[in-house]
């Protein structure tokens, strides 16, 4: 009984430990979206497919919302995905809030998913990988983190101000 106890106290260490570092990881792309101009989240990127930071934030949800129907043993929905990341239609924002909203309905869905989730450590397949269920947050987390880096890399590129969280998060020089 001891051991058994001891492993749901490591496991629910084990969630709170992703669980925040996925809030922080999402609050960076919330700072991002706030520290932008319209204009900045919707001009057009050097890059097929995700051609725009609008784009980009899209495609982070929508990813959200295929990793929530994996953990819910839901059938994902690919569509939206390979459109935003394939094709070069452009995507328009047309306000701050919109994404940002955009994002809070995509997190109460994966706060759902993960609330009836059971047996973390049970595997499931997404995107071809298996991985305990605790590790859909950790791809999840490495997912926009990647994003970032480009939003990085164009943001170097276009002149664009970081906001401080992200000089600090991720100790951006800056001019």
Not at 26 to 50: H, K, M, V
Not at 51 to 66: A, D, F, L, R
Not at 74 to 87: A, Q
Not at 153 to 162: D, E, N, R
Request: with cysteine; net charge negative.
């Amino acid at each position: 009984m001891e051991r058994e106890q001891k492993a749901i106290k490591e496991k629910k260490v084990i969630l709170k430990t992703l669980l925040k570092g996925w809030k922080e990881t999402r609050q960076l792309t919330l700072d991002w979206i706030g520290a932008l101009s319209l204009e900045q989240l919707n001009q057009e990127l050097p890059r097929p497919g995700l051609n725009s930071y609008t784009k980009h934030i899209y495609e982070m949800g929508e990813v959200q919302k295929i990793y929530a129907a994996v953990l819910k043993r839901e059938e994902p929905k690919m569509e939206k995905i390979t459109s935003l990341t394939f094709e070069s239609e452009k995507i328009v924002a047309k306000t701050k809030e919109e994404l940002k909203q955009f994002l809070d309905n995509c997190d109460e869905n994966f706060h759902e998913a993960i609330s009836e989730v059971k047996g973390w450590e049970e595997k499931v397949s997404i995107f071809g990988v298996e991985v305990p269920k605790f590790g859909v947050i950790e791809l999840l987390i490495r997912h926009e983190t990647l994003h970032h880096g480009q939003f990085i890399a164009f943001g170097y590129i276009l002149g664009i101000q970081f906001p401080q969280s992200w000089i600090d998060a991720w100790a951006l020089p800056t001019k």
